[in-house]
């Protein structure tokens, strides 16, 4: 009896203890998961759509037809920027992908089976609404500094309001996450003929620059940093020569801090739904008499 009970203590009992910790480990490896795992409002496990799978799949059966930023090419239509179709809803889209628009020339998607909503997260990326595209920081601080200290209304124009010079802004956030429009001030990019500045020397010694507006293989017009146009035929000219640089600062890295930066994308992004808003209002009354 004591020869048995030893051996109970000596092999039994250490090997039950490791299975209780092993099984005690597991259960929290488990208890991890399940909070990082997000969950409906009924606790069951949901799988939130994947945008890299969307992404792929878009760019593989949609963007041969809707261009790879879903705003349009010669063979389909804009289905980012355009308000019919941002104001439809998930189940709608993921229909029309399913089963296509006879006579409209869109077919059938059927193939994708469960990774059209991942096609349809990802639309919904590019129409600046998703989760990726909340707002980093304050427009209204935004604004203020479009108008103020960053100087950009001396060049660009929102809702009418701004410069000439350079591109309108006011649909520009509509489909670009923060990270873009960041990109898109903080590392300028010159166009290197229309909206490129130019510099012209005539025969008779004057000079002119400003930015291409027309340009063809024998004529050249140009719009002044002060508004005024001119149309100079390339044959009677010395030469031009192209500015390398865009005529966007190249410092706002520097000039404006993080927080800055943040508010200025906010409110480009916040005037692009506006735009979105002040159009589909527009249209709505112009729906109603067709039907």
């Not at 990082?36 to 945008?51: D, L, M, Q, T, W």
Request: proline share 4%; hydrophobic share 35%; with cysteine.
């Amino acid at each position: 009896m004591t020869h048995a009970r030893n051996f109970f203590r000596a092999h039994i009992v250490p090997g039950v203890g490791l299975m209780l910790f092993c099984a005690l480990l597991i259960s929290r490896r488990v208890e991890s998961q399940e909070q990082k795992s997000p969950r409906s409002a009924n606790g069951v496990h949901r799988v939130e759509p994947s945008n890299v799978d969307g992404k792929q799949a878009f760019e593989s059966q949609c963007a041969g037809c809707h261009g790879l930023d879903g705003r349009g090419a010669e063979r389909a239509p804009d289905i980012a920027s355009n308000a019919k179709t941002q104001q439809r809803s998930d189940h709608e889209l993921s229909g029309i992908i399913k089963r296509g628009l006879p006579g409209t020339g869109m077919p059938s998607f059927a193939s994708l089976g469960s990774n059209t909503r991942n096609v349809v997260a990802y639309l919904r990326q590019l129409q600046g609404k998703n989760e990726a595209a909340r707002v980093p920081g304050n427009a209204q601080k935004g604004r203020e500094l479009f108008y103020g200290k960053a100087r950009c209304s001396d060049c660009h124009a929102v809702a009418g309001s701004g410069g000439f010079i350079a591109p309108e802004l006011s649909r520009f956030g509509g489909n670009r996450s923060p990270d873009e429009i960041r990109d898109a001030i903080i590392k300028p990019t010159n166009t290197s003929r229309l909206g490129g500045k130019v510099i012209i020397k005539m025969r008779d010694g004057k000079e002119y620059s400003g930015v291409v507006r027309n340009e063809d293989n024998f004529s050249l017009q140009l719009q002044s940093l002060e508004g005024d146009f001119q149309l100079f035929q390339k044959s009677e000219l010395a030469g031009f020569t192209r500015q390398p640089d865009s005529l966007m600062p190249g410092d706002y890295a520097t000039t404006l801090n993080r927080d800055e930066l943040n508010d200025l994308i906010s409110f480009l992004m916040f005037a692009a739904r506006d735009a979105r808003t002040e159009a589909a209002t527009s249209k709505k009354p112009q729906n109603d008499e067709e039907e």
